[in-house]
């Protein structure tokens, strides 16, 4: 079982940035960690994913050129640095993962372990 925990969501003003923090308690050296966020009334959509054997990195459209998804491998943590934030950005971001060499469609269905979440919101 991995399990995730997710850190550093707050609320900002609109053009403001944020970095949010995903720590896991055991180090996999084969693993693909992936952001998503979901607002109420909405599907959980992907944010951006990560793989920790090439450090590939994929985006949603959305957020290309704004958030950048990381990889502290000896500190088994994931970070989401956000710039120009949004008010569409608002939502719940988790954390996700699932124990493989190579990263699946950045689909909810496919990542296995998830965290609890942590709320950003974006204010006009």
């Known amino acids: 079982q991995l399990q995730l925990a997710e850190s550093g969501g707050d609320s900002v003003q609109s053009g403001g940035s944020l970095r949010l923090s995903c720590a896991s308690a055991r180090t996999y050296s084969k693993r693909c960690m992936a952001w998503f966020r979901q607002s109420p009334g909405n599907e959980r959509e992907g944010v951006a994913l990560i793989a920790s054997a090439d450090g590939g990195t994929s985006y949603a459209d959305a957020v290309k050129g704004r958030f950048i998804v990381s990889l502290d491998a000896p500190k088994s943590t994931v970070y989401l640095q956000m710039n120009n934030l949004e008010p569409e950005d608002t939502g719940i971001y988790y954390c996700?993962?699932?124990?493989?060499?190579?990263?699946?469609?950045?689909?909810?269905?496919?990542?296995?372990?998830w965290g609890q979440g942590t709320q950003v919101t974006v204010n006009a």
């Open positions: 996700a993962a699932v124990l493989s060499n190579r990263c699946p469609p950045l689909e909810a269905r496919q990542f296995p372990f």
